[in-house]
């Protein structure tokens, strides 16, 4: 719970994401992320990604640890990598999974 609030805080932040006390009032059109009424679709996909990650021999152990957060629709990808094409696999496999438009990149080349 502690990590979709810290996830919910930064997207908020980031402008990536609109503040549920911000809607109040009816219906709103806006994309909010509500962590208590999200399900087990989150576990899925972060789930999914993980095998994906996991099973891929070809990246490097730092790519097959990253953390994987997601809250709603949005996954977010945190830690290093070894390289720029490793970035690229694991932010594909996270798209393939996720959608292309929600996925949060924070992952570094480590040297």
Avoid: F, W
């Avoid at 208590?36 to 891929?56: A, P």
């Avoid at 709603?72 to 720029?84: A, F, H, T």
């Avoid at 932010?91 to 959608?99: D, I, N, R, S």
């Amino acid at each position: 719970m502690r990590i979709k609030r810290n996830l919910c805080g930064l997207l908020l932040s980031s402008g990536l994401l609109i503040a549920p006390s911000l809607a109040v009032g009816g219906q709103s059109d806006s994309k909010t992320i509500d962590p208590e009424k999200s399900g087990n679709s989150e576990n899925d996909v972060t789930r999914k990604i993980r095998r994906d990650l996991t099973n891929d021999k070809s990246l490097s152990s730092y790519a097959r640890r990253l953390k994987i957060m997601a809250v709603g629709n949005l996954v977010m990808l945190r830690g290093p990598v070894r390289s720029e094409s490793e970035r690229n696999a694991v932010l594909a496999c996270a798209k393939k999974h996720a959608g292309d438009n929600n996925v949060v990149d924070q992952t570094i080349i480590a040297k």
